[in-house]
C-alpha cells in the first residue's frame, strides 16, 4: 500500500516525497481510513510507530476546507509535554507545506503575548498542553466552540501525570459534534474508561500488542548496587558502540547528580527534567540533536515521546516505578528499523519493579550476569575505594595509555579480564585526561568488567 492508495492530497503526497517517506507505517495505514472518513478513534501505538503522522497527515486534508476565525480554533490536539507538543506543531510544518494552513503552540514556559498575537489572528490547529490552555481559556483569550477535530495524544501519559481533570474540563467546552481522536502507547483499563467517555463509538486500532517493546531493541538488565551505578554507566558510554544515549533517572535530584558526575568525567552530556524552563530546554534538545551533546541525563516527564534520530542506547539508572514508563523509556531507541539498545541497572531494592516490568515486557529482558571473580572484583574494588573515600584519601586516575593492570597490580585473572577490555578503557583514559589529575573517584571507579560493554553481548 501506497501513500496514494490512502487518498491523501497531491500537496500531502509531495510533501511526504520529499522527506522520502516510502510507504505508511502499520498505524498510518489502518488510522487515516477512519479518520478521513470523519470517525472517532481509539488507537494504540508505541512512539516511533508514524502515530503522529497518522493523525497529522489526514487532519490537513479535511482542514483545508474551511478557515479559522479569531480566537476560535478549528482542532486542538492535546499534548502531555511541552516537547510532545513542539514535535507535534513541527510535523504540522514538514507536512503542511504545501498548504495554507495556521497553527499555535500554546505551551508553558514562553511569554503568553506572542501565543496571542496567533490566537487573535485565528488559527486551523492549536497545539496545547492542558495547563497552558486553560490559562488562556481563563483569560478569554481562546474560545472552543468551533473545535471540530479534537486529538488526545498520549493518553495514558496524561493518566499519570494528572492531567484528566483539566482534560475532562477542555472536553466540556468543546461542541460534542466533534470528531475525537485518542492515542496511547498502552491501554489499562482507565483509558478504556476514558475512551468511553469522550469518544463516541469508535473504530479502535492497534499496531502492537498492548505494552508491547520494539523488537529492534535489545534489552538487558544488570544486577548493581546504588555505589556501583555511576562508574557502571561511565564504563557503558566509554564504549565505541555507544553513538548516544538518554539516561533515565527516576528523581529530578538524581539527574542533576549522575548529570555532574559525567561532566566531571568529561562526557559531553546535558539533562532535561521538568522544572527547567522552556527555554533551557529546548537549547538543551537542540544541541542533542546536533550531537553536540551525546548523553541527556533525563526524568520520565521531560523525556517523553522524543524523537531523536539513531539514538542507540538508552540506559535506565533507575528501573521505572511504574512498569509502563519503561516501554516508553526504551521506545525512544530502537525507532524507524533501527537497531537500538536498553540496559537497566537494578539494585535489590528495584527487583519488584523490575519483575513489574519483567511481565509487561513478556521476560524479554535478559541479565547480564556477573561471574565470581567479576563480582569479586567489583566488590573488592568499590570496598578499597569506598574506604579510600572514608579516609579522605583522593584517588589519582590512571594517566593516558597506562593499563588497568599496572596501576592496580591485579591477580592474574582479573587482570586478564581487564586486558580484554583495555580498547574500551583507553578511550575511557582519554576522555578522562581532560580532567583534573587529582579527583576523587567513587564506586569500583573506571574498573568496570567487560560484561558492562554493550557491544560485546549483544
Ligand atoms: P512517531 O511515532 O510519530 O513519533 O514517528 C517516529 C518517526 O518515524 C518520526 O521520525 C517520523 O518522521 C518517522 N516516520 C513517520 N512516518 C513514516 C513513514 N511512513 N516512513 C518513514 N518514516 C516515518
Do not use: W
Not at 492531567?163 to 478504556?192: C, H, W, Y
Not at 575505594?385 to 593492570?405: D, I, L, N, Y
Amino acid at each position: 500500500m501506497t501513500f496514494k492508495d490512502l487518498e491523501l492530497s497531491e500537496e500531502l503526497l509531495r510533501a511526504l516525497t520529499e522527506r522520502d517517506y516510502k510507504q505508511p507505517t502499520p498505524i498510518q495505514k489502518q488510522a487515516i481510513p477512519y479518520v478521513l472518513m470523519n470517525r472517532d478513534l481509539l488507537g494504540c501505538a508505541q512512539t516511533g510507530t508514524g502515530k503522529t503522522a497518522s493523525f497529522v497527515l489526514p487532519m490537513l486534508d479535511i482542514l483545508e476546507q474551511g478557515r479559522a476565525r479569531m480566537r476560535m480554533p478549528r482542532s486542538l490536539i492535546l499534548e502531555p509535554t511541552r516537547e510532545l507538543a513542539a514535535q507535534v506543531a513541527e510535523n504540522f510544518d514538514l507536512y503542511g507545506k504545501y498548504h495554507n494552513l495556521t497553527k499555535a503552540l500554546l505551551i508553558g514556559g514562553v511569554t503568553f503575548n506572542e501565543q496571542d498575537k496567533l490566537l487573535d489572528r485565528g488559527v486551523d490547529v492549536l497545539i496545547a498542553t492542558p495547563g497552558r490552555l486553560m490559562d488562556h481559556f481563563e483569560r478569554g483569550n481562546v474560545l472552543l466552540n468551533d473545535v471540530k477535530i479534537l486529538v488526545i495524544d498520549e493518553a495514558d501519559r496524561m493518566l499519570d501525570m494528572g492531567f484528566i481533570p483539566d482534560v475532562d474540563k477542555i472536553v466540556s467546552k468543546i461542541p460534542p459534534m466533534r470528531q475525537t481522536l485518542m492515542f496511547s502507547a498502552t491501554m489499562p483499563k482507565e483509558i478504556k474508561k476514558l475512551a468511553d467517555r469522550f469518544l463516541s463509538n469508535p473504530k479502535e486500532v492497534t499496531v502492537s500488542p498492548p505494552s508491547a517493546t520494539a523488537d529492534t531493541v535489545t534489552q538487558q538488565f544488570v544486577k548493581l548496587s546504588t555505589r556501583q551505578k555511576r562508574s557502571a554507566l561511565r564504563r557503558i558510554l566509554g564504549d565505541d558502540s555507544v553513538r548516544n544515549a538518554l539516561i533515565f533517572c527516576n528523581r529530578k535530584r538524581d539527574v542533576s547528580e549522575v548529570l555532574q558526575t559525567l561532566e566531571r568525567h568529561g562526557f559531553q552530556a546535558g539533562s532535561l527534567h521538568g522544572d527547567m524552563d522552556q527555554f533551557s530546554r529546548t537549547a538543551t534538545l537542540e544541541k542533542f540533536k546536533k550531537d553536540e551533546i551525546k548523553y541527556l541525563v533525563c526524568s520520565d516527564v521531560a523525556a517523553r515521546g522524543l524523537d531523536i534520530e539513531a539514538m542507540s542506547h538508552v540506559i535506565n539508572f533507575d528501573v521505572p516505578t511504574h512498569a509502563e514508563d519503561y516501554v516508553h523509556r526504551i521506545g525512544r531507541t530502537g525507532r524507524a528499523g533501527r537497531q537500538g539498545h536498553a540496559i537497566t541497572f537494578v539494585t535489590s531494592e528495584e527487583r519488584k519493579y523490575l519483575d513489574a516490568v519483567q511481565d509487561l515486557a513478556k521476560g524479554s529482558i535478559s541479565e547480564i550476569k556477573l561471574d565470581t571473580i567479576q563480582r569479586k572484583e567489583i566488590e573488592s574494588k568499590e570496598e578499597k575505594s569506598h574506604q579510600a573515600h572514608r579516609r579522605g584519601h583522593v584517588r589519582s586516575k590512571p594517566e593516558a595509555g597506562e593499563t588497568r593492570s599496572e596501576k592496580t597490580n591485579l591477580p592474574p585473572a582479573e587482570a586478564k579480564l581487564i586486558q580484554s577490555n583495555q580498547g574500551a578503557i583507553k578511550k575511557s583514559e582519554q576522555k578522562m585526561s581532560h580532567q583534573q589529575s587529582h579527583e576523587e573517584v567513587v564506586g569500583f571507579g573506571d574498573d568496570i568488567p567487560a560484561f558492562l560493554i554493550p557491544a560485546k553481548k549483544v
